[in-house]
C-alpha cells in the first residue's frame, strides 16, 4: 500500500464542518456553559469561534451583554455570522488576540487549543484579554479516549494503512489529556484551575449518517478521508460498517467525551 501523503488540516467549510463536529459540538457547549455558571450581562470572546456553535449557545442561555467571535477561517466565519447573527465576528489569531487588555469578562475556545500551533500563547492571550476575576475555559475531544466517532475511525484507518496513525489526533494531541489541560492553565497565571470530562451522545440514524461527514473534507480525518484513492476509501468503508455497533433499525449510537478546562484571572 503506498505511503500516506503529508496532509494539512482542512477548515473552510462550514456548511461540511457542521454536520461532522458542529453538531455534537453544541451538545458540549450546554454542558460547559452550565459548569462555568458565570451571570448574566456578561462580556464573552470565543476564541477560534469557527463555525459558531459556542457563541450561539451562549448567546441562547447565557444572557450576555456582548459576545464577539475570532477565527482564522473566513469560510467558517461567513457560516457563523449566518448562524448567530447577534454576535460580532472577525478575523484574528489565538496566539495573538486583537484586543486589549482586560476587554472581556469571559474568553472561552471549544475544540480549538489543540489545534493552535502554541496553545501556551493562547492561553495566555485568553487570560490577558479578560479581566480581574474573569474566566479563561476550553474544551477539547478526548482523542485518544471516548471521542468514539473519530476512534472508530483511525482504528480502521490505521488497520488499512499503519501511516495513518502519524494523523490519528489521539497520539498528535498529548495536550487533550485532564492532567495536560491544568498544567496549560497554571502555567498562563490562571488560578485555581479545575477540569472535568463532559460526555455527550452521538447517535446517528444510520450508517450514511455516521459515513456522509468524512466525505466533506474537514478536519483531520475528513482530510485524510478524501486524500484516498477511491477504491482505498471503500475498503474503509466497509471495514467501518463491519466494526460499528449498529442497530437492527441501523441506528449507531455513540459516546463523545470531551475535556474542559477553567480558571479565573486574579490580581
Known amino acids: 500500500m503506498p505511503p500516506t501523503p503529508r496532509l494539512s488540516d482542512t477548515w473552510a467549510a462550514g456548511d461540511r464542518y457542521e454536520p461532522y463536529v458542529g453538531r455534537w459540538s453544541r451538545l458540549v457547549a450546554r454542558e460547559f456553559l452550565a459548569w462555568l455558571a458565570i451571570p448574566a450581562g456578561k462580556r464573552w470572546l470565543d476564541v477560534g469561534c469557527g463555525t459558531g456553535a459556542l457563541s450561539q449557545t451562549i448567546l441562547d442561555g447565557g444572557q450576555p451583554a456582548e459576545v464577539v467571535g475570532v477565527d482564522l477561517s473566513e469560510g467558517f466565519l461567513g457560516f457563523a455570522r449566518m448562524r448567530a447573527p447577534q454576535a460580532q465576528f472577525r478575523a484574528g489569531d489565538a496566539q495573538a488576540l486583537p484586543f486589549e487588555d482586560n476587554r472581556f469578562d469571559a474568553a472561552v475556545s471549544g475544540l480549538v487549543i489543540n489545534f493552535v500551533p502554541d496553545p501556551s500563547k493562547a492561553a495566555a492571550e485568553m487570560c490577558r484579554v479578560v479581566g480581574m476575576g474573569g474566566t479563561a475555559a476550553a474544551y ?56 472535568r470530562a463532559i460526555d455527550v451522545p452521538t447517535v446517528f440514524k444510520d450508517f450514511d449518517d455516521y459515513w456522509s461527514p468524512f466525505l466533506g473534507g474537514q478536519g483531520p480525518a475528513p482530510t485524510y478521508c478524501m486524500s484516498l484513492t477511491e477504491d482505498r476509501r471503500e475498503q474503509l ?13 441501523g441506528r449507531i449510537a455513540l459516546r463523545a467525551r470531551a475535556f474542559a478546562v477553567c480558571g479565573r484571572k486574579q490580581g
Not at 237 to 249: G, K, N, S, T
Open 140 to 195: 477539547v475531544w478526548d482523542y485518544a479516549g471516548d471521542m468514539q466517532l473519530m476512534r472508530h475511525f483511525w482504528d480502521a484507518a490505521v488497520a488499512l494503512d499503519p501511516a495513518a496513525r502519524a494523523l490519528d489526533e489521539g497520539p498528535r494531541f498529548p495536550l487533550c489529556h485532564p492532567d495536560a489541560l491544568l498544567a496549560l492553565w497554571s502555567s498562563a497565571g490562571l488560578e485555581q484551575p479545575r477540569v
Open 237 to 249: 468503508r466497509r471495514r467501518l460498517m463491519d466494526a460499528l455497533p449498529i442497530e437492527a433499525d
